[in-house]
């Protein structure tokens, strides 16, 4: 079964405005929570993290929400540019798997000029 | 110069043979991690390492064996390759203790087509 899923395959925004992109979960151990992005021909890159003791996590022009009774987090990008054209994955663990990761499916964003 | 490497960067082979993936790190990371990346599926664990002497399966190790030779170097084999394991291969390293809990960092990865 699949614990952590990203719904929309693929997603397009102008230059300047926000992108949202949107990860859901089953497993209700998961208390740590990240977003990596992926270039093409390069490995993932880690872009930011929350701890579920957060609701909320910042860093630049990328912000994570947690919503925790709904099992959904986000990722915001204010303001998206062309650079940010990538493929998102969230990814998820629990304390008890130790620093196991599972991974969602995958968002291509594309930032259009 | 690159933290994690992996080699070869693309591979393409034959049902029925033997190959190894390498992976490389200069992060001094004690964990290191191999997943498969096929499309619309997003990435699945195959092994991983805490230290030399831990081996551990994931969720998708059947096909699949690992070494790691030393706190740097761990490689994956695929002991008869068959065409179902035609994916993109990463390599990952991981040391919670400096990093913050389960931040990965990955290689470029490996393309591999089993013909």
């Known amino acids: 079964d699949q614990q952590v899923k990203q719904n929309s395959p693929s997603l397009s925004v102008q230059e300047g405005r926000i992108s949202i992109l949107n990860c859901d979960y089953t497993?209700?151990?998961?208390?740590?929570f990240l977003w990596y992005k992926k270039y093409p021909a390069e490995g993932p890159t880690f872009l930011i993290s929350?701890?579920?003791?957060?609701d909320k996590n910042e860093d630049g022009r990328f912000t994570v929400f947690l919503n925790k009774s709904a099992k959904h987090l986000s990722l915001h990008i204010v303001p998206s540019q062309p650079g940010d054209s990538a493929v998102y994955f969230c990814?998820?663990?629990?304390?008890?798997?130790?620093?196991?990761?599972?991974f969602g499916e995958g968002t291509q964003l594309t930032v259009n000029p | 110069d690159a933290d994690v490497t992996q080699t070869p960067r693309n591979r393409i082979t034959k049902t029925g043979k033997r190959i190894m993936l390498e992976c490389s790190q200069t992060?001094?990371?004690?964990?290191m991690y191999w997943y498969r990346q096929d499309p619309g599926l997003g990435l699945q664990l195959i092994y991983y390492?805490?230290?030399?002497?831990?081996?551990n399966k994931g969720e998708i190790s059947d096909g699949y064996s690992v070494s790691r030779q030393a706190q740097a170097k761990f490689s994956l084999s695929l002991e008869s390759a068959i065409p179902n394991q035609t994916a993109l291969y990463f390599c990952?390293?991981?040391?919670?203790?400096?990093?913050?809990?389960?931040?990965?960092?990955f290689g470029p990865g490996t393309r591999l087509l089993v013909l």
């Open positions: 497993n209700s151990m998961f208390d740590y």
């Open positions: 992060k001094g990371h004690d964990r």
């Open positions: 990952a390293t991981s040391d919670p203790s400096r990093e913050g809990r389960e931040t990965q960092y």
């Open positions: 929350i701890s579920s003791i957060k």
């Open positions: 390492s805490f230290d030399v002497k831990d081996i």
């Open positions: 990814a998820a663990s629990e304390e008890t798997s130790g620093s196991r990761l599972t």
